[in-house]
């Protein structure tokens, strides 16, 4: 009996994390697909998230023209107020903006991608150029606040 007990909360765990997931990622997709024009012409592909609330993927929309507009890479993730935020990877728009601003749009992006791949290395990495560049910068504050959470986050590991 208390194996049986066992294999369905196991069960019913498994199928949380499933489902829940699911919630999430249609959480996100919502979040993106408010982005577009038509958000209710949203088509998504290769979408995943990372299991702690950060989903990516593509989204295709309709542009004014009221033609496909072509795939382009997106995030979305819940903050902690409980909204979503999400960002769409929309190289004209970022043309628009300051280059500062565009590069570190561009940077969240591909941090956003390697957490949802998995890849640590690669998102460290790319905090780490961040992080070189605010000191390089002289944002000496920001530097010394950044390089003593890192090592905070190092001792907790």
Do not use: H
Request: net charge negative; with cysteine; aromatic share 8%.
């Amino acid at each position: 009996m208390k194996s049986l007990k066992m294999f369905a909360f196991v069960f019913a765990a498994s199928a949380c994390l499933v489902s829940c997931d699911q919630f999430v990622v249609e959480d996100g997709q919502e979040a993106a697909a408010a982005l577009l024009r038509d958000p209710s012409s949203a088509q998504f592909r290769k979408v995943r998230t990372d299991g702690q609330g950060y989903v990516c993927g593509e989204i295709n929309g309709k542009n004014g023209f009221g033609a496909y507009a072509g795939f382009s890479q997106f995030y979305a993730f819940k903050t902690g107020d409980g909204t979503w935020m999400a960002a769409i990877n929309n190289e004209e728009e970022l043309s628009k903006l300051p280059p500062e601003l565009a590069q570190i749009t561009r940077e969240n992006l591909e941090t956003a991608m390697a957490r949802c791949d998995g890849d640590e290395e690669r998102e460290k990495a790319i905090l780490d150029r961040q992080t070189q560049r605010m000191c390089d910068e002289g944002s000496q504050d920001m530097c010394e606040l950044i390089k003593a959470q890192k090592s905070v986050s190092q001792e907790d590991q």
